[in-house]
């Protein structure tokens, strides 16, 4: 049985389904390099023991090779389907989404995502028309049933540009690295103008790969006055924009700990002054090969 916490808020999509507002993600530390069939153990515990603490939304992906762990803790956790939000994206397979998807649900042993996401628009070697169609699959499997919501991730206003053009769905959400190193500020606008919602990955980037930069005294002094850590202060940060926040750790009591993001709210200036002293310092933590010229937009 779940422990008792503050609830995890939620948002609402543009497709009238809502979203836990804090996930546990599957990827980064987790992303295996090996043989996709040897069952990592630890991470099957660790997600269990996620769910366990009421984490309820779980992020994945093809790529990781770590669907069938999530699965396999899905199953075992033996929490009601229905209670659980579970995530998974298209990388390898962009001719064919559907193909792509079924073959994850096989491994998540499930009917359905709650999110279906594009991974990153680079398959499309900047032809909008590849977007388009990639987006036109992804509109199937929502009308079949096998996605409940579909999204993107890691695409600029120019890839959500193109896909507009010629979508019956608008996408309910926008999968990004976002934190005060890396804020999107132009991206995010046009989200908001199209009712795009935006998820964050590698939202402690600033507490963690980028420590040292110039918000560290600032989190320090919240952290005291909150009585929680760093970590915590920038998943609130996301949560207080109305942003999603993707974490991980195979540690319990870290997992344990996150979850006081959900027992406080900063204030508006503190939030403005997080995101003023953010600005002044760039950081990238992922894909910086790949997307690194779209930090602007």
């Known amino acids: 049985m779940a422990k008792i916490h503050t609830p995890i808020p939620s ?56 669907e069938p762990e999530l699965g396999l803790a899905i199953k ?9 939000y ?11 989404p559907e193909a792509a998807l079924k073959t994850s649900l096989k491994k998540l042993q499930t009917d359905y995502v709650d999110l279906y996401l594009i991974h990153a628009p680079y398959f ?26 579909i999204g993107v991730s890691n695409y600029a206003i120019k890839d959500l540009e193109a896909t507009l053009q010629t979508a019956k769905i608008v996408p309910a959400i926008n999968q990004i690295e976002f934190h005060p190193y890396l804020q999107h500020a132009p991206l995010l606008a046009f989200h908001k103008k199209h009712g795009i919602a935006t998820s964050a990955y590698g939202p402690l980037t600033a507490v ?15 952290s005291k006055k909150y009585a929680v850590s760093s970590g915590e202060i920038a998943l609130r940060w996301c949560i207080d924009q109305d942003i999603v926040a993707i974490t991980t750790s195979s540690k319990e009591q870290r997992l344990s700990d ?17 995101n003023e002293t953010g600005e002044t310092h760039h950081f990238r933590g992922f ?11």
């Open 258 to 274: 996150y979850l006081r993001a959900a027992t406080f709210k900063l204030t508006p200036v503190e939030v403005k002054k997080i």
């Open 208 to 222: 963690t790969k980028a420590a040292g930069g110039p918000l560290d005294d600032f989190y320090a002094t919240l």
């Open 124 to 149: 499309a070697e900047g032809d909008p028309q590849k977007l388009q169609t990639a987006w036109a699959a992804l509109e199937r499997l929502k009308e079949a049933g096998l996605a409940k919501s």
């Open 76 to 84: 075992e956790s033996k929490i009601e389907r229905s209670k659980l």
């Open 287 to 297: 894909w910086q090969n790949k997307f690194a010229a779209d930090d602007k937009s």
């Open 11 to 66: 948002l609402k999509l543009n497709d009238g389904n809502s979203i836990p507002m804090l996930a546990y993600g599957t990827g980064t530390a987790w992303f295996k390099k090996g043989d996709e069939s040897t069952i990592d153990k630890d991470l099957v515990s660790s997600i269990k023991t996620a769910i366990d603490l009421g984490y309820y939304h779980l992020d994945g992906a093809e790529v990781y090779k770590t």
């Open 86 to 96: 579970v995530v998974t994206k298209v990388m390898g397979n962009w001719a064919d």
